[in-house]
T-cell receptor, first 113, second 113 residues
């Protein structure tokens, strides 16, 4: 079984620029999550999708972050404009159903200078 | 959001020693997950627990779901160098946000050969 795929692995941008991350979940997994992991901390949920609908985006800074999962499969997370404090690893995870264990991709490490 | 406290924050042990770490929550959870994260990679699921008092093993790893439902424990027996990494607990609360997993801040394990 192929795991969760994410790209790019690394991205360096200047503040105020925009950036997008892509995620392809495990085949058949209905639930998709985007987490932000700041160095030295645990993952923090940004947004959760069930198929192509948003279940929880209460922690997503909506003035600059957006995410979509149009066909209920892969997803993109966008930041526009980026701030220095957005430097983090952005992890995508998927699960078979909403309360089953999460399976993570290897993340995108974002550095904002 | 929910607070998950993991302890210890870091450990330095000798190869062959046993390791214990724990995670406590401010409220009741009905699912506990334990993950290991290596540098530059996403967290990998080690053990999932679904029932108070449950004790589950995965090779040299054993995890327990606390009977108060507010804590969980992970033990590693006869540690080896490849056990080095950061261990995260994650919990889900069915009574509040049943579909949301909260993560602890991690226990960093160092093993001296």
């Amino acid at each position: 079984e192929a795991g969760v795929a994410q790209s790019p692995r690394y991205k360096i941008i200047e503040k105020r620029q925009s950036v997008a991350f892509w995620c392809n979940p495990i085949s058949g997994h209905a639930t998709l999550y985007w987490y932000q992991q700041i160095l030295g901390q645990g993952p923090k949920l940004l947004i959760q999708f069930q198929n192509n609908g948003v279940v929880d985006d209460s922690q997503l800074p909506k003035d600059r972050f957006s995410a979509e999962r149009l066909k209920g499969v892969d997803s993109t997370l966008k930041i526009q404009p980026a701030k220095l404090e957005d430097s983090a690893v952005y992890l995508c995870a998927s699960s078979l159903v909403q309360n089953s264990p999460l399976h993570f991709g290897n993340g995108t490490r974002l550095t904002v200078t | 959001g929910q607070q998950l406290n993991q302890s210890p924050q870091s450990m330095f042990i000798q190869e062959g020693e046993d390791v214990s770490m724990n995670c406590t929550s401010s409220s009741i959870f009905n699912t506990w997950l334990w993950y290991k994260q290596d540098p530059g990679e996403g967290p990998v699921l080690l053990i999932a627990l679904y029932k108070a008092g449950e004790l589950t093993s995965n090779g040299r790893l054993t995890a327990q779901f606390g009977i108060t439902r507010k804590d969980s424990f992970l033990n590693i027996s006869a540690s080896i160098p490849s056990d080095v990494g950061i261990y995260f607990c994650a919990g889900q609360n069915a009574f509040y946000n049943f579909n949301k997993f909260y993560f602890g801040s991690g226990t960093k394990l160092n093993v001296k050969p």
